[in-house]
C-alpha cells in the first residue's frame, strides 16, 4: 500500500507542531523555473532555494541501498554532482539526482514542490555554503517549496539552518567560480 502524497497542509501542520518561523504562500502560480518563482512573488532570483534528493552509491555489496541525501541550494545554482563525491569519497558516477517517484516515496511530496524540512523520511541533509551569504541581504529572507507546485515558503536563512541542522558544504557549481 502506497503512502499517501503529503500536502501543503501536512507542512502547515509540521511548522505549527515544531514552532518554525515560515508562512507558507498559497495560490502562487504556476513557477516552473526560478525566475518564475521569483517574478510570482517579486522576489530576487537568488532568494529562491530549492530541495533536491540525491542517491549515492557508497554500497559494499549488491545488496546495499543507494544512501539518499537532502541538498538544499540556491535555486540559481547548480549543485556539482562531483563535489558531492569528493565529500563522500565516491566517483562522480556514484552520485544521482532520484527520480521523481524516489522523491515522492522519501520524502513524501512531489518534485517541484518539495519543502526542506517536514519530509516523510529522516535524511541528512546539506545545505551548500553559497546560501551563508543571503544571511545579509535581504534580511536572511529566502523562499522555499512549499509542498506542492503552486505554494512557496518564506522563512530566514537562520530559521532553515536551525530547523534542518545540517552539514554545511559548497556544492554549487558557483562557490567554486574564482
Keep these: 500500500m502506497n503512502e499517501p502524497l503529503l500536502t501543503a497542509v501536512d507542512l502547515q501542520a509540521y511548522i505549527d507542531s515544531c514552532g518554525i518561523t ?27 532555494v530549492k530541495t533536491l534528493l540525491f542517491l549515492l552509491d557508497l554500497r559494499r555489496s549488491a545488496e546495499d ?31 544521482k539526482l532520484a527520480p521523481p517517484e524516489i522523491v515522492l516515496r522519501l520524502l513524501g511530496y512531489a ?10 523520511s529522516d535524511i541528512p541533509v546539506i545545505v551548500d555554503a553559497s546560501l551563508l551569504r543571503l544571511r545579509q541581504q535581504y534580511g536572511g529572507r529566502i523562499y522555499a517549496g512549499g509542498g506542492d507546485d503552486r505554494t512557496m515558503m518564506e522563512l530566514t536563512v537562520d530559521e532553515l539552518l536551525r530547523v534542518v541542522r545540517p552539514e554545511i558544504v559548497a556544492v554549487s557549481e558557483a562557490e567554486q567560480t574564482p
Excluded at 541501498?65 to 535555486?75: D, W
Design 22 to 48: 515560515a508562512r507558507l504562500i498559497d495560490d502562487v502560480g504556476h513557477t516552473p523555473t526560478v525566475p518564475a518563482a521569483a517574478a510570482a512573488l517579486g522576489v530576487e532570483p537568488d532568494q529562491i
Design 65 to 95: 541501498e543507494p544512501q539518499p541525501l537532502v541538498v538544499i541550494s540556491n535555486g540559481e545554482s547548480r549543485v556539482d554532482k562531483k563535489l558531492l563525491a569528493q565529500r563522500y569519497s565516491v566517483g562522480a558516477k556514484r552520485v
Design 111 to 120: 518534485a517541484g514542490g518539495v519543502p526542506p524540512f517536514g519530509h516523510r
